[in-house]
């Protein structure tokens, strides 16, 4: 929609000439923004401007038409049959906020709106322009100061150029260059990445020359997709670090403050997917400096508005700057906690030109603990987006009376769909306590309390990454994941805690409430209670047989119901009989129960033949319940035989086709590119399983494939 808009113009200006809302709260600001995103960030500014009396438009595609921040704003207009220049015309919207993403970092789309008479709430052109680009931000950061990851300073030309900077290390003397000559060859490992944008996208660490190409074609590729500008930077890949962010809030008049940092260090392919507030790794001293190194930098350049500053810190807590974001962050609202204050309504008073009369002291000091979890749509183990309808969804409620302790940042409601055309997130799930441990404890709660169904989530992952030992005692990294699960998240483990036991115990309560709910519905109103409602005897003791086949977990259960319907339950033969609780309406999606004492949440997902589907720390666990004669002639069920998947290649989740690296009768190694698969503005390689010949090739470029698609087949193997 933006190309229709031709801009040349880059210093900023504000038309002065508009019609200001003034309210005794808020001052002087605006009657109608137009929000130019979609999403849980829309739907986040629609309820910072209704709380300010400020009207909204939402702009929205057709795949759009139905979603959440459509339905809350005050107006709508398509942009696919109209450009948001001209939806601003056509609503008499005043400003428009971007977000983040999309336009929030395009300072053509500023220009645009200054041309139009359009206050643009966020930073000015030029001071966009300045920081946005990673390979001037970079010149101008180290020319004011700022502490830098050494790399090549200016835009690399292509595969082999960036090989060559790349290939030889250059020891630094005395923080400076042996020679001119090898100034810019820096090395491997290396940070191979787009200049513009973020979110993750055109990020790739090359250790060698091959990881050098790949990453180099692939993120460039990603950063043309994403972003329109395919301009690619080096720089040296800082080993264990913590990636640690400053917020930064200034005015129209000179007024530039810094907020407590925020860290991000647990990311998956350069994404972020938990964030907290404050960093335990950082003291005051670092807080201190940190942000007035990030001050000095937006004042360089006249920055204004929302913005961050992004610093890799190693464990001494030296810290090199990353980049800045010119925009509203995915993970603000855990800022907001920790400092109490709303970062849109400040930008949306910024962009009005009001003054801020902050105490930087105050607004640095963090005022308790928050998380930011990133609920996604995709495959845990493989980070693969999911798309489908969510079938039932349910938000975790507050578990304080202020309600204060538990936050979903959403743009989706149940019956929403995860399309292949836009980022699968579906909530930042945030929680806040007066210390760490009290918003972790409470981020484990809202995770086990979350009901999606209908597609592939991350929450698995999320849940037990809150509650590893490592991340409890806050000894993380930007490694955290590679070296947790090296081979991918497999599922929560059963082995520690008495989980298995309470596990058990809980589908065991279950199978015995379901079986005494039939009971109940035969006695009183089913089709053939009259027949049988005669010998329908009260049970209050069940012998059971439990077992996870996926795992081979498998414990014999004694379950014993009382007068006053307590319970207690013996899991495995050896073990003592504990009392249990529960508080479930049968079919419900929550199970809250106590196990001897301790809190267990389980979540109900599906009946199955001979069990349950239940979610527990997370995962999904399918848990046969037998009686001991259904146990027993179950060992003579065949199992269903595996299908052949070692002659075919399939597409790993929906897509389209980028590009196919081989053709009929090629001859493959084991792990050779086959072909890239795009979903989600991510590009994915898809790799030989195996060595061996093409036998056909069913896709071609730009073909779009559903997940579990078969691309391309293999010759079979031959034996002897």
């Known amino acids: 929609m933006l190309a229709r808009v031709s801009v040349t113009r880059l210093a900023p200006s504000r038309a002065s000439a508009r019609r200001l809302l003034s309210t005794a709260a808020y001052g002087q600001t605006f009657d109608k923004i137009l929000i130019a995103n979609r999403g849980e960030i829309a739907v986040r500014v629609i309820k910072t401007a209704k709380k300010m009396g400020i009207k909204t438009v939402a702009v929205y595609s057709d795949a759009d038409a139905n979603s959440l921040h459509v339905r809350l704003a005050d107006e709508a207009v398509n942009i696919v049959l109209d450009n948001i220049i001209n939806a601003i015309k056509q609503t008499g919207a005043q400003a428009v906020h971007p977000g983040y993403g999309f336009l929030s970092e395009n300072f053509h789309f500023v220009e ?5 008479g359009v206050t643009f709430i966020g930073p000015n052109a030029k001071s966009m322009f300045m920081m946005g680009d990673k390979i001037e931000s970079k010149k101008i950061a180290k020319a004011a100061g700022v502490h830098t990851i050494p790399g090549f300073e200016g835009e690399v030309q292509d595969v082999e150029d960036a090989v060559r900077i790349c290939k030889y290390f250059d020891h630094l003397q005395n923080g400076m260059p042996t020679s ?17 944008g973020g979110g993750g996208k055109g990020m790739r660490i090359a250790y060698n020359d091959k990881e050098c190409r790949e990453a180099f074609r692939l993120s460039k590729n990603e950063a043309k997709s994403s972003f329109g500008d395919d301009r690619m930077l080096v720089e040296k890949f800082i080993e264990d670090p913590r990636h640690i962010e400053i917020q930064l809030i200034g005015d129209q008049h000179g007024n530039t403050y810094y907020l407590p940092e925020r860290e991000c260090s647990i990311q998956r392919r350069n994404q972020k997917v938990i964030e907290e507030a404050p960093s335990v790794h950082i003291d005051a001293a670092t807080r201190k400096a940190m942000g007035e190194q990030a001050v000095s930098l937006a004042k360089n350049v006249g920055y204004y508005s929302a913005g961050t500053c992004e610093f890799l810190v190693d464990p001494q807590r030296n810290f090199y700057f990353l980049e800045m974001n010119t925009r509203l962050q995915v993970e603000h609202p855990i800022t907001e906690y920790i400092t109490n204050l709303d970062l849109v309504e400040l930008m949306i008073r910024v962009a009005a030109n009001q003054k801020l009369n902050l105490d930087q002291k105050e607004i640095s000091t963090p005022k308790g603990w928050a998380f930011e979890s990133r609920v ?6 493989k980070y693969l987006p999911s798309i489908g309808r969510l079938t039932k969804y349910i938000e975790p409620t507050p578990l304080t009376i202020s309600g204060h302790d538990v936050r979903c940042d959403t743009g989706i409601v149940e019956g929403s769909e995860i399309s292949i055309y836009y980022d699968p ?20 709660s809202a995770l086990d309390r979350y009901v999606i169904k209908g597609v592939t989530h991350n929450i698995p992952l999320l849940r037990d990454v809150i509650s590893h030992p490592r991340f409890a005692a806050g000894k993380i990294s930007t490694k955290f994941l590679a070296e947790e699960y090296p081979t991918g998240f497999k599922g929560a483990s059963l082995a520690q805690n008495q989980r298995k036991e309470k596990l058990f115990a809980v589908a065991a309560v279950v199978h015995a409430l379901r079986e005494l709910n039939k009971r109940e519905w035969v006695k009183g109103a089913g089709a053939f209670g009259e027949s049988v409602s005669a010998s329908a005897e009260p049970i209050n003791k069940w012998e059971l047989h439990a077992s996870i086949p996926k795992t081979g977990d498998s414990e014999h259960i004694l379950l014993l119901m009382d007068k006053d319907g307590s319970w207690k339950v013996q899991v495995g033969d050896e073990n003592a009989t504990v009392p249990l609780t529960i508080d479930w309406r049968v079919n419900s999606p929550i199970v809250r129960s106590t196990y001897d004492g301790e809190d267990v949440v389980v979540q109900f997902l599906d009946p199955l033949a001979s069990g349950y589907r239940l979610q527990y720390l997370g995962t999904k666990f399918d848990v046969t319940v037998q009686s001991p004669q259904q146990h027993e002639l179950s060992k003579y069920i065949k199992e269903k035989p595996k ?3 070692t002659s075919v290649v399939l597409s790993p989740m929906p897509g389209t086709v980028v590009s196919v690296a081989v053709k009929e009768g090629d001859v493959v190694s084991e792990g050779g590119e086959l072909a890239i698969v795009e979903a989600m503005k991510m590009q994915n390689v898809i790799r030989a399983p195996r060595a061996g010949k093409i036998k056909k090739v069913l896709v071609t470029s730009g073909h779009s494939v559903a997940g579990d698609e078969v691309m391309i087949e293999l010759e079979k193997e031959k034996t002897a």
């Open 112 to 116: 645009a709106l200054d041309k139009a």
């Open 180 to 196: 001119l000559a090898t100034a810019n060859q820096i090395g491997y490992p290396v940070m191979v990445k787009a200049s513009a």
């Open 376 to 381: 996604y749509a995709e495959d845990p183990e």
């Open 425 to 444: 997130m579906i909530c930042k799930l945030c929680t806040y306590g007066a210390t760490r441990d009290e918003a972790r404890h409470r981020m484990e």
């Open 643 to 645: 299908l052949d998947l």
